[in-house]
């Protein structure tokens, strides 16, 4: 059981470490998220999709497209804790 908590915990952290920039995001979005606080991977993790969409100017295909960076990301961390 402890071994999944620190797991958990490492991943939070790399989370935390990973800027937006490196979520393969235009530009476009990275400017709109970071103009609103989003600076980390966890700080998007943390945002609901009620919130993000609710942003201006993120629209369906924003949202998709940060749905798709972050399943691209979440796969790749668990590939290098392999």
């Avoid at 999709?49 to 972050?70: F, N, T, Y």
């Amino acid at each position: 059981m402890a071994r999944g908590k620190y797991k958990l915990k490492r991943l939070r952290q790399q989370r935390r470490a990973t800027p937006i920039q490196n979520a393969g995001l235009s530009e476009r979005v990275i400017r709109i998220l970071e103009a609103h606080g989003v600076n980390s991977l966890y700080d998007l993790d943390m945002i609901s999709d009620d919130v993000l969409s609710a942003m201006p100017r993120i629209g369906e295909k924003a949202m998709e497209e940060i749905h798709a960076a972050q399943i691209h990301i979440s796969s790749k961390i668990r590939k290098e804790r392999k």
